[in-house]
């Protein structure tokens, strides 16, 4: 089971930190995404991450501002964003799967709920 948290309301230009926990089975051999989705548009790849080793991939757009990690201690996956625009806003969800640099969302098995992410001008 997967549960996001940690969307809101921010300021174009603020920061927010979205948190993914894992819980009710071994997602150590998993990778990681965030994946999000605008009102009328497709859901999009965000960012990557391998469970067992850290290593990261990201979509273009977020690449420089967002920094997805984990922590293993806490079966929790993180995004950081910062520098957010309003075209950032949108449904961010967690999901999990099994090869290295998906992007399409049917490669996921493992989805959470999602969590809101509001960007005002």
């Known amino acids: 089971q997967l549960q996001a948290y940690g969307g809101g309301l921010v300021q174009a230009g603020g920061s927010l930190r979205l948190s993914c926990v894992a819980s009710?089975?071994?997602?150590?051999?998993?990778?990681m995404g965030w994946f999000r989705q605008a009102p009328g548009q497709e859901r999009e790849f965000v960012a990557g991450?391998?469970?067992?080793?850290?290593?990261?991939y990201y979509a273009d757009s977020v690449k420089g501002r967002f920094t997805i990690s984990r922590d293993n201690a806490k079966s929790t996956v993180y995004l950081q964003m910062n520098s957010l625009k309003p075209e950032d806003t949108a449904v961010y969800y967690c999901?999990?799967?099994?090869?290295?640099?998906?992007?399409?969302?049917?490669?996921?098995?493992?989805w959470g709920q999602g969590t809101l992410v509001t960007v005002s001008s």
């Open positions: 009710g089975r071994t997602f150590s051999n998993y990778v």
């Open positions: 991450i391998k469970w067992s080793d850290g290593m990261t």
């Open positions: 999901a999990a799967g099994n090869s290295w640099n998906s992007r399409r969302d049917y490669e996921y098995d493992h």
